[in-house]
C-alpha cells in the first residue's frame, strides 16, 4: 500500500537553528499538507499546499516557517529559527483530492527535539 | 471554531466488548472523518462519513452522523488488544484543511 515518507525520524537541533523537515507524498496525490503534535496535546493544522502555492496556513505558520515542493516528489517544511516551543511530532499528510473529501494519508512523523 | 471534540478522553475495556465514542461539533460540515493514532505514530484514516449519510459500516467499525445535534459516534465492535490507540473525529474547517478534535484513548484489557 502506498505510504507517504517522512525523515528524519527524530531531529535534535540547538534553538536558533534552521531545521528541514522532509516528506514524499504518495505519488498521485495532489494535496499536501503539515500538522503537529505537540507531547499530549492536539494534533494542529500548519499548512496546506495545493498546485504549488499555499492554500491556508494557521496562526501558528509564521514567517519562521516556509513550504516548498522542491522537485517535484519531495515536500518539506523549513523552520528557520527554532524555538524551544517549536519541540513537537510533525506529521505530512497528502491527499488524493481535497481531504475534505478523500481522507488524508499520514506519514510517522518527524520528533523535533529543539534544545 | 470548528473542531470536534471527542468524549470520553479516555476509555478502559475488556477484550471482546464493545468500544463506543462520541463526537460532537459547532458549525455545519460537509464531511466527517475519524483516525486512529497508536502512541508515538502517524494517524491513519479510519473512515469518512458525508452529512448527508447517517450511518457508514468499515469492517468492526460502525460510524454515524445526526447533523441536527450535530455530533458522531465510533463504535468498535467485538474489540482486540490491537485497537489501543488514540481515536480523533475530524472535521472539514474549509475545503483546504480538517482540524482534529482532542481524541479519545482507548485501552483494551486482555
Known amino acids: 500500500e502506498p505510504e507517504v515518507t517522512q525523515t528524519p525520524s527524530h531531529q535534535v537541533t540547538q534553538m536558533g537553528q534552521e531545521v528541514i523537515l522532509r516528506c514524499v507524498p504518495i505519488?498521485?496525490?495532489?494535496?499536501f499538507y503539515w500538522y503537529r503534535q505537540i507531547l499530549g496535546q492536539k494534533v494542529e493544522f500548519l499548512v496546506s499546499f495545493y498546485n504549488n502555492e499555499i492554500s491556508e496556513k494557521s496562526e501558528i505558520f509564521d514567517d519562521q516557517f516556509s513550504v516548498e515542493r522542491p522537485d517535484g516528489s519531495n515536500f518539506t517544511l523549513k523552520i528557520r529559527s527554532t524555538k524551544l516551543e517549536d519541540s513537537a511530532m510533525y506529521f505530512c499528510a497528502s491527499s488524493e483530492g481535497t481531504g475534505r473529501d478523500y481522507g488524508y494519508t499520514f506519514g510517522s512523523g518527524t520528533r523535533l527535539t529543539v534544545v | 471554531s470548528q473542531q470536534g471534540e471527542e468524549d470520553p478522553q479516555a476509555l478502559s475495556i475488556q477484550e471482546g466488548e464493545n468500544a463506543t465514542m462520541n463526537c460532537s461539533y459547532k458549525?455545519?460540515?460537509?464531511?466527517l472523518q475519524w483516525y486512529r493514532q497508536n502512541s508515538g505514530r502517524g494517524l491513519v484514516h479510519l473512515i469518512l462519513i458525508r452529512s448527508n449519510e447517517r450511518e457508514k459500516h468499515s469492517g468492526r467499525l460502525r460510524v454515524t452522523l445526526d447533523t441536527s445535534k450535530k455530533s458522531s459516534s465510533l463504535l468498535i465492535t467485538a474489540s482486540r488488544a490491537a485497537d489501543t490507540a488514540s481515536y480523533f473525529c475530524?472535521?472539514?474547517?474549509?475545503?483546504?484543511?480538517?482540524?482534529f478534535g482532542s481524541g479519545t484513548r482507548l485501552s483494551i484489557r486482555p
Open positions: 458549525t455545519s460540515i460537509n464531511n
Open positions: 505519488s498521485n496525490h495532489l494535496y
Open positions: 475530524a472535521t472539514d474547517s474549509s475545503a483546504s484543511k480538517i482540524i
